[in-house]
């Protein structure tokens, strides 16, 4: 097979995250088929050494314009490929002159509405958006919740989405925080004290308000009886700014000198963060699957997260669960597992347990035989006509 993957979106977070690991994997474990990975090549850097059967395609052009779109399209066929995987979902058409394949990593922007946009402007976004989904040859989501919200709002086919989980990249698996770690933490940051944390989007469905409230509630409770006076919590994530919200939530708390925002902070510290974290918060309205509860389980960090869309599919019984809208139920929870010393240690056991569920090898193994699924059926189509 010829295999063309979009990789124009890999400085989105999440999509980067997702496409590295499946472009990692495919070069460990299919030296067969020929792939073409079109987009900004510079960003590949952190997949590794690629295997001759792959080949960069320098692609700066996007589908926000009429050129990027028809360009694109004929770099696809310019390569005579069998098959492109688009990894994230799209809304503009696609003609690409062999079958596609799209991965959809949540609904987000279909279940919280874009003020940004006319009513006529999303609905004419949501009706691209079916046929494209239903012009895919197969649909890969990330949770089996996922693929019911597309059953569900785009009248897909169950038996055309395949559910493959995502899986932690492999810098969380790295072990423990070394003292060296704990010391750069300590002088770089500033952070040598026991604390909290939130680590993600800074967005309105992550539900940080209440994280800053129920922390204030927390520690109130915690003051009574002089437990943990130092605690603090720290959240990280990009474009705090643009979110004046939270700073006022945090002085409506007063909790001004106990939380800190760090904003963003690269892979290799995230991990001794969530390293050195009491716990890890995560009271999320809407996850198509979740990441980040599992990197902190990866490193024994009990988790209190929310008990709605994917998050107990992901998680199971391995986190505290709460009414992410309850305030005081977030709080309850997170005292409990701060000060339950043998309620941490079965949740540290049962997120290693939980961690070791999800594996990209076992993913793009479903991956590679979905590719050749679709390829067959192309190819079977072809021959009768």
Not at 37 to 65: A, K, Q, S, T, Y
Not at 67 to 86: A, E, N, P
Request: hydrophobic share 45%; charged share 20%; aromatic share 12%.
């Amino acid at each position: 097979m010829r295999i063309a993957i979009d990789i124009r979106q890999m400085s989105d977070f999440g999509v980067a995250t997702y496409t590295r690991n499946v472009v990692r994997n495919l070069a460990r474990m299919d030296h067969v088929n020929e792939y073409f990975l079109i987009g900004i090549v510079e960003r590949l850097n952190e997949v590794g050494e690629l295997p001759p059967n792959f080949h960069c395609i320098p692609f700066e052009g996007h589908d926000g314009n009429t050129s990027g779109y028809f360009d694109f399209r004929r770099t696809v066929r310019s390569f005579q490929c069998d098959l492109i995987h688009f990894p994230q979902m799209f809304w503009r058409p696609r003609m690409t002159g062999c079958p596609y394949v799209v991965t959809v990593h949540d609904l987000l922007d279909y279940m919280y509405r874009n003020n940004s946009q006319s009513g006529f402007a999303r609905t004419v976004r949501f009706h691209l958006t079916r046929r494209g989904l239903h012009g895919a040859a197969k649909i890969f989501a990330v949770s089996n919740f996922t693929k019911q919200d597309l059953t569900r709002l785009f009248d897909v086919p169950p038996d055309k989405i395949e559910v493959v989980y995502n899986a932690l990249d492999d810098r969380f698996l790295l072990g423990h925080a070394t003292a060296d770690d704990r010391a750069m933490i300590a002088e770089r940051y500033q952070v040598n004290y026991p604390f909290i944390l939130y680590a993600g989007r800074i967005s309105p469905h992550k539900n940080i308000v209440r994280i800053i409230e129920a922390f204030s509630a927390l520690k109130s409770a915690l003051a009574k009886n002089d437990y943990v006076p130092d605690l603090k919590l720290v959240i990280i994530g990009d474009q705090v700014s643009k979110h004046p919200d939270l700073r006022r939530a945090v002085i409506k708390s007063a909790v001004q000198f106990d939380v800190r925002f760090l904003g963003f902070v690269p892979v290799d510290v995230l991990r001794i963060f969530y390293d050195l974290a009491k716990i890890f918060v995560f009271p999320s309205l809407y996850e198509g699957f979740g990441l980040p509860p599992l990197e902190a389980m990866a490193h024994d960090t009990p988790v209190v997260a929310s008990n709605v869309s994917a998050i107990p599919e992901v998680l199971g019984n391995a986190a505290v669960l709460v009414n992410p809208e309850n305030v005081f139920e977030i709080s309850r929870a997170l005292y409990r597992v701060l000060l339950d010393q043998s309620l941490r240690a079965r949740m540290k056991a049962a997120g290693r347990d939980r961690v070791r569920r999800y594996s990209w090898q076992t993913s793009v193994r479903s991956i590679l035989d979905v590719y050749q699924a679709v390829a067959n059926q192309s190819a079977a189509a072809a021959s009768r006509s």
